[in-house]
């Protein structure tokens, strides 16, 4: 009978102890094969921004075009045949009165025996005529200027030799103009002139004859 009693004791304090353990066990779950990759952080790099800039270093999108003297319009070329008309309409316009008169051209001492007398017109060509008179005699009686010299020898009378240009017409655009140019018998410069004058009036020139 008292073995039986302990036996009883011994198969109570079992249970108690199986119902102890079993309310303070936690199961261990099996672990995961997933792996956790770690997250990698790109380092952060400023942009440059135009507008970071100081003033005085923001240039323009594109620089201003420049442009030196050589890049100015060409004009007309003072020789051009229009220039020289347009020169003359000037002369005639403002000289009116200056033109409408005789012109003394001066007078030259030379000993040549003869002198070579050369006229062109040296402004705009434009259908001038001129009369040739030389010590009061019809030397050449309708010469028509134009760009290039021509002329005639004159023989020269001891003292006084006097020639004269009357200008017949003014051209399409007036004055009657012309250049003179008078040479010795060696071929050199003696005299060198112009005129501008209206139709009827002369230019005159004296060679002297020593």
Do not use: C
């Not at 309708?142 to 001891?158: H, M, Y």
């Amino acid at each position: 009978m008292r073995n039986f009693g302990y036996i009883l004791l011994l198969s109570g304090f079992g249970a108690f102890a199986q119902n102890d353990i079993g309310k303070k066990f936690k199961p261990i779950l099996p672990g995961s094969n997933t792996t956790t990759t770690p997250t990698t952080v790109s380092p952060t790099l400023p942009t440059p921004s135009l507008f970071d800039k100081k003033p005085e270093e923001v240039k323009p999108l594109m620089e201003p075009e420049r442009k030196g003297i050589m890049d100015q319009p060409q004009f007309v070329n003072a020789g051009t045949p229009y220039l020289k008309k347009l020169n003359k309409d000037n002369a005639l316009s403002e000289n009116q009165q200056a033109i409408r008169k005789d012109q003394y051209l001066g007078d030259i001492k030379t000993t040549s025996g003869t002198v070579n007398i050369m006229y062109r017109d040296h402004e705009f060509v434009d259908g001038d005529e001129i009369r040739i008179y030389a010590n009061g005699i019809i030397a050449r009686s309708n010469v028509t200027l134009d760009s290039d010299f021509q002329g005639f020898e004159l023989p020269l009378n001891p003292g006084f030799n006097t020639i004269e240009f009357e200008a017949l017409n003014q051209g399409s655009s007036g004055p009657n103009t012309a250049q003179l140019v008078v040479y010795n018998d060696k071929g050199e410069v003696i005299s060198a002139n112009s005129w501008n004058l209206a139709t009827g009036f002369k230019a005159t020139i004296i060679v002297i004859k020593q």
